[in-house]
């Protein structure tokens, strides 16, 4: 098989209050433009899962945790770039301040929205891996 593999962390941030963080992604982003998303990222040699998960905190929506928990890890098989990949991806839902979180990478991303569970179950068109994610970790959710 002439494949890819690859580590990411996968984050949900919340406020505390029942609302919950998507973005849109632009044409900028490597694959699955124009779609709702939530944040993520693929992990840098030598970097550690917990520091991953605060740089794209950082680099994504300018914020810190508050609070962090980890909800378990799925494997992601897809096509990218022409390549098969399979992603090794760890999910971890995130509490922020929302009076800190900004649009970090305004090319890649605009129209920041919190919204509640319902209307996070019904987001369309999303990212392929969004429903997966949502799915597999409805338990985290409240």
């Known amino acids: 098989m002439n494949g890819v593999i ?3 962390v996968c984050h949900l941030l919340h406020d505390g209050n029942g609302k919950y963080a998507v973005h849109w992604r632009t044409a ?3 694959d699955e433009h124009e779609r709702w998303d ?11 899962i917990e520091d991953a998960l605060h740089r794209e905190l950082k680099e994504e929506y300018s914020a810190a945790p508050v609070k962090f ?8 098989f897809r096509m990218q770039e022409g390549k098969d990949t399979h992603w090794i991806t760890f999910d971890f839902i ?8 900004a649009l970090g990478e305004p090319h890649k991303a605009r129209d920041l929205r919190w919204v509640t569970l319902d209307e996070l179950m019904t987001l369309q068109p999303i990212h392929s891996q969004m429903r997966p994610f949502l799915d597999k970790n409805r338990a ?3």
């Open 140 to 142: 985290f959710l409240k």
């Open 38 to 48: 939530i944040g993520g990222g693929g992990l840098k040699f030598g970097e550690k």
């Open 28 to 30: 900028a982003c490597r």
């Open 6 to 8: 690859r580590v990411a």
């Open 69 to 76: 928990e980890f909800m378990g890890w799925r494997d992601v």
């Open 94 to 101: 995130v509490q922020v301040d929302p009076k800190e979180v």
